[in-house]
């Protein structure tokens, strides 16, 4: 009995130790095709994101968050060209809209919601 077990027990760690000898870890090389323009094409994003900072916003409401939820569902209804956002900016909630390229095609826009929103104005953000 005991020499069973000693057997069964010395089979396990011959098998444990000749596994090991033959266990390795695989290796290869990664190959990866991708168009030229790539590179190029994600510069010019990264400089289209840089030049979002110096567009104009139109700011349509600021308060408290409640009524600022009501406000940006308002304009969505009534606005479908234009999607609003809320930021936070502490103590209160603003409603922007917009990402203007020129200070005309800012006011174009704040023309027609002045009308429904009268307190609107055209601000450039902060970077």
């Given amino acids: 009995m005991i020499l069973k077990k000693f057997s069964s027990i010395f089979y396990i760690g ?4 000749f596994t090991t000898f033959y266990t390795n870890a695989q290796e290869g090389q990664v190959t990866i095709n ?28 600021n308060g408290n968050r409640q ?7 308002a304009f969505s209804s009534v606005f479908s060209e234009w999607t609003p956002s809320i930021h936070f900016e502490q103590p209160n909630f603003k409603i922007w809209v917009g990402n203007f390229r ?4 800012a006011d174009r826009a704040l023309k027609k919601i002045k009308k429904e929103f009268s307190s609107a104005f055209i601000f450039k953000p902060k970077k």
């Fill in 67 to 73: 009524d600022a939820y009501t406000a940006k569902s």
């Fill in 14 to 17: 011959v098998c444990a130790l």
């Fill in 102 to 105: 020129t200070r005309l095609e």
């Fill in 34 to 61: 991708q168009d030229a323009n790539i590179p190029k094409l994600l510069e010019l994003k990264k400089s289209l994101n840089d030049e979002d900072t110096d567009r104009y916003k139109i700011q349509i409401y």
